[in-house]
């Protein structure tokens, strides 16, 4: 018999039959149909333009990058399916925060106190995940704006395409690092009952004294990334890439609430009932 590890992945891994009942329709939805496919298609045309060279003679990485990289590629039917994915994840995350909350704290995994609690923080949950889409959008328009620019005012092929993939890393580093300055909100608003906003601020005080935290949390996701994006590659010719994309968003989707109500206990210094439990 030995201690169970007290690490948010692995407590994923040990509760994770219950975590994928909640996401696992999500996660296939989000795959299928809000996969990076963007990506495939905006490194193979950065690759013949990459062989052209030259100088630009109109707008085309800028008009590439908004239809691979921004909500306007999910301007068309599939769209509907995707907001009908997001509908699920909002609730998968709001389900799967109120259970760990309360497996940690009672060590008990289901009951209908946890139904009750994912219920009564929806709206907020709703509300937080809406706005890191937003950030992330925002993000992403940013940048197809300057690299548009860089576009307009005669810059070259290559020198464009360089400075859109910088761009497009920054801003990812940017909103990852966001998501770990905010990783407690939702447990501090769920857990001490404080609103979202008031949450949200604590949140951010009290990871930005753990840099450690945010930078792992920060390589982990470029990790992920490049790991989908390199699976989906060489499945892309059997047209198998979704499965990268669907294991992409079902890892995410049970990870970052265990993750975020594990730091939450080790910030407010509770004991974790979960844990008493010895296993071989």
Same mark, same amino acid.
């Given at each position: 018999?030995? #201690?169970?590890?007290?690490?948010?992945?692995?407590?994923?891994?040990? $509760?994770?039959?219950?975590?994928?009942?909640?996401?696992?329709?999500?996660?296939?939805? &989000?795959?299928?149909?809000?996969?990076?496919?963007?990506?495939?298609?905006?490194?193979?045309?950065?690759?013949?333009?990459?062989?052209?060279?030259?100088?630009?003679?109109? !707008?085309? /990485?800028?008009?590439?990058?908004?239809? +691979?990289?921004?909500?306007?590629?999910?301007? $068309?039917?599939?769209?509907?399916? /995707?907001? !009908?994915?997001?509908?699920?994840?909002?609730?998968?995350?709001?389900?799967?925060?109120?259970? /760990?909350?309360?497996?940690?704290?009672?060590?008990?995994? @289901?009951?209908?106190?946890?139904?009750?609690?994912? @219920?009564?923080?929806?709206?907020?949950?709703?509300? @937080?995940?809406? &706005?890191?889409?937003?950030?992330?959008?925002?993000?992403?328009?940013?940048?197809?704006?300057?690299?548009?620019?860089?576009?307009?005012?005669?810059?070259?092929?290559?020198?464009?395409?360089? @400075?859109?993939?910088?761009?497009?890393?920054?801003?990812?580093?940017?909103?990852?690092?966001?998501?770990? &300055?905010?990783?407690?909100?939702?447990? *501090?608003?769920?857990? +001490?009952?404080?609103?979202?906003? #008031?949450?949200?601020?604590?949140?951010?005080?009290?990871?930005?004294?753990? $840099?450690?935290?945010?930078?792992?949390? #920060?390589?982990?996701?470029?990790?992920? %990334?490049?790991?989908?994006?390199? *699976?989906?590659?060489?499945?892309?010719?059997? $047209?198998?890439?979704?499965?990268?994309?669907?294991?992409?968003?079902?890892?995410?989707?049970?990870?970052?609430?265990?993750?975020?109500? %594990?730091?939450?206990?080790? !910030?407010?210094?509770?004991?974790?009932? +979960?844990?008493? %439990?010895?296993?071989?």
């Amino acid at each position: 018999m030995r #201690v169970q590890s007290n690490h948010a992945i692995a407590y994923m891994f040990r $509760n994770s039959f219950p975590l994928l009942f909640f996401a696992i329709v999500p996660a296939v939805l &989000l795959g299928l149909f809000a996969g990076n496919e963007g990506a495939l298609r905006f490194l193979n045309a950065a690759a013949e333009w990459w062989n052209q060279g030259g100088v630009i003679a109109e !707008v085309t /990485v800028g008009k590439e990058m908004l239809f +691979d990289f921004t909500i306007v590629r999910l301007a $068309n039917v599939e769209g509907l399916i /995707v907001l !009908v994915g997001f509908v699920l994840y909002v609730f998968s995350t709001g389900f799967i925060l109120a259970t /760990v909350e309360r497996h940690m704290r009672l060590g008990v995994r @289901f009951s209908r106190g946890a139904i009750r609690n994912a @219920f009564s923080v929806m709206g907020r949950v709703a509300l @937080f995940i809406l &706005l890191l889409v937003a950030i992330n959008e925002l993000s992403m328009m940013i940048v197809v704006g300057l690299v548009s620019i860089m576009e307009e005012i005669g810059a070259t092929m290559r020198f464009v395409i360089v @400075f859109a993939m910088a761009l497009l890393v920054l801003a990812k580093i940017l909103f990852c690092s966001i998501v770990g &300055l905010l990783l407690c909100s939702l447990p *501090v608003s769920q857990c +001490d009952d404080y609103k979202l906003n #008031v949450a949200m601020s604590y949140s951010s005080r009290l990871m930005g004294k753990r $840099n450690n935290i945010v930078l792992a949390l #920060v390589m982990l996701f470029l990790f992920s %990334k490049a790991l989908t994006f390199t *699976v989906a590659y060489l499945l892309s010719p059997l $047209n198998l890439d979704f499965i990268a994309y669907c294991l992409y968003y079902l890892f995410w989707i049970m990870y970052l609430p265990c993750l975020a109500v %594990k730091v939450y206990f080790d !910030v407010a210094g509770e004991p974790r009932k +979960d844990l008493e %439990k010895q296993i071989f």
